[in-house]
């Protein structure tokens, strides 16, 4: 059973940046895909980033493109995001997520997720 815990959230201006964490627990962490989304209020949750170890891929979402970066330690059991250059659209609750397999964008595709964390952006 694959359990997820995120936290580092917070409040931060607009350009700043913040690095969000999942620490996983379970069975062969280092062979999911680990993705990051979020959902902002009365939004749908969207995808962000995912990490795939064993196929060495990675993908952003184009919102996020060149502002965040994905990243795992396999030795800690943690995933990362780091958000630099936030903008007010940024804010919304970010969850941690995984899956077997190779890297998905869509939400269905991922079966085992985190509480969230909050991430606000003030103008």
């Known amino acids: 059973q694959v359990q997820l815990v995120e936290s580092g959230g917070g409040l931060v201006q607009a350009g700043g940046s913040l690095r969000i964490s999942c620490a996983t627990s379970g069975p062969t962490f280092s062979s999911y895909t680990m993705g990051w989304f979020r959902q902002a209020p009365g939004k749908e949750r969207e995808f962000v980033a995912a990490?795939?170890?064993?196929?060495?891929?990675?993908y952003y979402a184009d919102s996020v493109k060149g502002r965040f970066t994905i990243s795992r330690d396999n030795n800690k059991n943690t995933v990362y995001l780091q958000m630099n250059s936030l903008k007010p659209e940024d804010t919304a609750v970010y969850y941690c997520?995984?899956?077997?397999?190779?890297?998905?964008?869509?939400?269905?595709?991922?079966?085992?997720w985190g509480q969230g964390t909050q991430v606000t952006v003030s103008s």
């Open positions: 997520a995984a899956r077997p397999g190779g890297v998905k964008p869509t939400r269905h595709d991922y079966g085992y």
């Open positions: 990490f795939s170890w064993s196929a060495g891929t990675t």
